[in-house]
Structure formats: structure tokens, C-alpha cells
């Protein structure tokens, strides 16, 4: 499994970013996919994830409405993140993380675990200025 993230950068408040997920090495269909981010001193927690092949997608509570997760399964499966009116409150290191969905229990909680996710990416910088 092989993860890369890309499109961090510095935005101002109110402005918006799109990072992409490139994803390889596994069946997309039996994944979770999704974001974590984490902030300076901060524990790592679950942005938003694509939890299964239809698509159906779960969101923390404060990017409800203003993050978008969708996927790309065109060539090689792309999960983008388009984050819109972005607060200073989102900056991060932004992680691309899966896991096979069959480790996960019937809780969407389990989504959100970052202890349960094998496989992540290099993490992308989003730093939101006020």
C-alpha cells in the first residue's frame, strides 16, 4: 500500500485548499480511506474518510459542511479533501491513512481511531493565517 498526499500550503482565513491522496497497492473496494490532521502538541484526529464502495463518507463535527472528501478511481485512485472557509483552527500536517475494512467494527467511531489505520502517508502541511 502506497500513500503520497499532495496540495498543502498556506492560505489565508476564509480561503480554501484541495489536497489529493494518491493511493496504489490495494483493492480500493475493500478500504477505508480517509484524512487526519494534527496540530502542533496536539493528538492526531480524523478529518473525514470514504468508508465504503459505495462511497458513503463520515466527517468530524467543526469540517461538516465545509470539507468535501470524494474519490477519483479513474486510473489510479485519487481521494481528495476540498476544504473550503478554512479557520486558523485547521492547521495542521495533514496524513492520508487506510485500512482494510474488515478490521473495523460496526461503531463509525472506529473510523475516527488512528490506532486502528496501518497505512499512511507522508502528511502535507496546511497552515491557515488569521
Known amino acids: 500500500v502506497q500513500l503520497v498526499e499532495s496540495g498543502g500550503g498556506l492560505v489565508q482565513a476564509g480561503g480554501s485548499l484541495r489536497l489529493s491522496c494518491a493511493a496504489s497497492?490495494?483493492?480500493?473496494?475493500?478500504?477505508?480511506i480517509g484524512w487526519f490532521r494534527q496540530a502542533p502538541g496536539k493528538e492526531r484526529e480524523g478529518v473525514a474518510f470514504i468508508i465504503s464502495s459505495d462511497g458513503n463518507t463520515l466527517y468530524m463535527d467543526s469540517v461538516k459542511g465545509r470539507f468535501t472528501i470524494s474519490s477519483d478511481n479513474a486510473e489510479n485512485t485519487k481521494v481528495n479533501l476540498e476544504m473550503n472557509n478554512l479557520e486558523p483552527e485547521d492547521t495542521g500536517v495533514y496524513y492520508c491513512a487506510a485500512v482494510i475494512r474488515s478490521r473495523m467494527g460496526y461503531s463509525i467511531t472506529y473510523y475516527f481511531d488512528q490506532y486502528l489505520y496501518d497505512n499512511w502517508g507522508q502528511g502535507t502541511q496546511v497552515t491557515v493565517s488569521s
Open positions: 497497492g490495494f483493492n480500493f473496494d475493500d478500504y477505508a
